[in-house]
């Protein structure tokens, strides 16, 4: 059922500890971990403004007051910037700030990230609402979340993001049942399992970390119980509005899937991070030039 409210807010759970990360993640948050100069939050942030939504809710947790630092204006660093007359760096140093509007609430506890999209609930009130998690991004020349505000104002209900992997990887992830609709690159979510065991998968396409959900997760959120690793999942909460009687008009439930064939960086794991900053230098013109004959020659010593 369509429904046009706007979505305006994004909310950013950045509260997870980053064991994956240690010791990097002891003191500093893994979100803050640089693609080569800019902290993958920010790039997420980036994300979340490019597809209009200018008011952040960003949950983290004590340890983690780096992030609020970055998105801050740093009066000390911009006088002595200014006193050199740098002006490309004051731009960069006062990017972050201008991005969204920023807000910050704190998860007292790693309880999962369906009880970090909770600690949302009253910022976000009864407007649908975007999730990004902090520790991965979409390209910026592939518009996933934009389509998927789009594709929630068509259909209602919670948005997921799909992305098809090689079905040996499917047991690693969180995996959907879909069925066709009439668009493309739009599915029904009809189940949704987590970790899969080896052939059991209900399909090769996995959960990825963008949502446009609707307010009645909160709900939902609120009566479900901890699941895997006793922490309260997100996953949990959008089965169960998959699978709610959609025959009540404005309840909030039913779940799309907005099938993604464009470029997701994750930075959560190791491999992974590497990957990124790697094709991010490839990629970036003022280090380029330098950085790919050297990758080359370095790659030719092995
Ligand atoms: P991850 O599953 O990557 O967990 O969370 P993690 O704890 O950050 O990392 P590892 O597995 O220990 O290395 C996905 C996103 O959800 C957030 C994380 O910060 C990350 O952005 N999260 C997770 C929370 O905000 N709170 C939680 O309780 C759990």
Known sequence: MADTTAVTKAVIP??????????AAKAIPKEMLPVID?????LVVEEAAAAGLRDVLMVTRRGKSAIEDHFDTASELEDALTAKGDDDGLARIREPGNLA???????????????????AAEHVGNEPFAV????DFIDRRDPLLRRMIDVRQRYGGSIVALMEVEPDQVSAYGCAAIKPTGEDDVVVVTDLVEKPDPGEAPSNWIVIGRYVCDPAVFGVLRETPPGRGGEIQLTDALLT?????????????GVHGVLF????????????????VIQFACERADL???????????LDTL
């Not at 800019?38 to 920010?42: G, H, L, N, S």
């Not at 920023?102 to 506890?109: E, F």
């Not at 990004?132 to 520790?135: E, F, V, Y």
Request: charged letters at 20%.
């Open 101 to 119: 509007k920023m807000h910050y609430v704190r998860q007292d506890a790693p309880k999962g990230l369906g009880h970090a999209v909770l600690c």
């Open 241 to 253: 509005l998959a699978t709610a009687d959609l025959g009540v008009a404005g309840d909030g439930g």
């Open 288 to 298: 380029a030039g330098e950085f790919v004959p050297w990758l080359r020659g370095y």
């Open 261 to 276: 064939r464009g470029r997701r960086y994750d930075t959560g794991n190791k491999l992974d991070y590497l990957r990124t």
């Open 38 to 42: 800019t902290p993958t939050i920010q």
């Open 132 to 135: 990004l998690l902090g520790d």
């Open 14 to 23: 950045a509260a997870g500890l980053g064991t994956r990360f240690l010791p």
